[in-house]
Every structure is written in structure tokens, then in C-alpha cells.
């Protein structure tokens, strides 16, 4: 089991700029990949940006150049960097990564609003 906690959400000015912060624990060992996902209300769920073990990085075509996702193994932390925010990225962006099996874990979400 994984457990992983989200932080970093909050309200800001269209332009500006965020950090998430997402947190695991527990069977850490396993992780592979780790990544950033958002749904904004009455959309589906999309992909924001992942990050391999390795530290090779994929990312959405609209976050590219605006959102930069890394990650600290040694703190079992993974990072959103979030510049020129704009109204359309306002979400629940959450956490979620996969272990050597395959096996997915998510994190509650955060709440990222961007005003205009």
C-alpha cells in the first residue's frame, strides 16, 4: 500500500504561479512512475505530466513550457511547478503513482483555482 498526500492548492491571480507538492509513504520501495492528474468540474480527468524512476518526463501539450514536474527520491516527494497559470487550469489536481506491478494509488486532490 501507498499512501500519498497532496499540498501546494490554493487561489491565484491568472499569471502566476504554484507549487504542489505530493508526499508518499509506505510501500515507497515499489514506485515507478509518479504524476500529476486534473478533472475541472464537468470534464473528464486528464493527464497533466508523469515521471519516470529515471527522471524522463511527459507531459500534456497545454502544460508544456508552463508546468514542470520533478521529483526527490529521497524524500519520496513529487512536484508540480506551475507557471502563467490561466482560468482554464483551475482543478482537482491530484497525485497518483504506480508501483512495479502496475498497480495505481491516488491521492485526495488539491484544489487549484485560478482567477482572471
Known amino acids: 500500500q501507498v499512501q500519498l498526500v497532496e499540498s501546494g492548492g490554493g487561489l491565484v491571480q491568472a499569471g502566476g504561479s504554484l507549487r504542489l507538492s505530493c508526499v508518499a509513504s509506505?510501500?515507497?520501495?515499489?514506485?515507478?512512475?509518479m504524476g500529476w492528474y486534473r478533472q475541472a468540474p464537468g470534464n473528464q480527468r486528464e493527464l497533466v505530466a508523469t515521471?519516470?524512476?529515471?527522471?524522463?518526463?511527459n507531459y500534456a501539450d497545454s502544460m508544456k513550457g508552463r508546468f514542470t514536474i520533478s521529483r526527490d527520491n529521497a524524500k519520496n516527494t513529487v512536484y508540480l511547478q506551475m507557471n502563467s497559470l490561466k482560468p482554464e487550469d483551475t482543478a482537482v489536481y491530484r497525485c497518483?503513482?504506480?508501483?512495479?506491478?502496475?498497480?495505481?494509488?491516488w491521492g485526495q486532490g488539491t484544489q487549484v483555482t485560478v482567477s482572471s
Open positions: 497518483n503513482v504506480r508501483t512495479r506491478i502496475g498497480t495505481g494509488y
Open positions: 509506505g510501500s515507497i520501495f515499489s514506485i515507478t512512475t
Open positions: 515521471i519516470s524512476r529515471d527522471d524522463s518526463t
